[in-house]
């Protein structure tokens, strides 16, 4: 079964940045699409970036130009390279693998203003 377990969040002002990662173990996720979500308090999970197994990306427009999904397959891990970072970005981020409905445990970001 495999976990994913988040880490990089922090507090960070505005205009700054943050490069979260999502490191995998008890199986190869390089064959999946992975994905980053984030939940802001009093709102739902919403869709932050995708990365197919092949490398191809997409964003939600409220980060494209900002935020940077990456994989690394050799260390079975994803990142999510965060620039410009607004107070509006501030939310739990949580990785996921959408065909193993596997999801981590979230780190938590907070952009001051």
């Known amino acids: 079964q495999v976990q994913l377990v988040e880490s990089g969040g922090g507090l960070v002002q505005a205009g700054g940045s943050l490069r979260l990662s999502c490191s995998a173990s008890?199986?190869?996720?390089?064959?999946?699409?992975m994905a980053w979500y984030r939940q802001a308090p009093g709102k739902q999970r919403e869709l932050v970036a995708t990365v197919t197994n092949r490398g191809s990306k997409d964003y939600a427009a409220s980060v494209k130009g900002r935020f940077s999904i990456s994989r690394d397959y050799a260390d079975n891990t994803v990142h999510l390279q965060m620039n410009s970072l607004k107070p509006e970005d501030t939310a739990v981020y949580y990785c996921?693998?959408?065909?193993?409905?596997?999801w981590g445990q979230g780190t938590q970001v907070t952009v001051s203003s």
């Open positions: 008890g199986g190869d996720v390089n064959f999946y699409n």
């Open positions: 996921n693998v959408p065909t193993l409905s596997a």
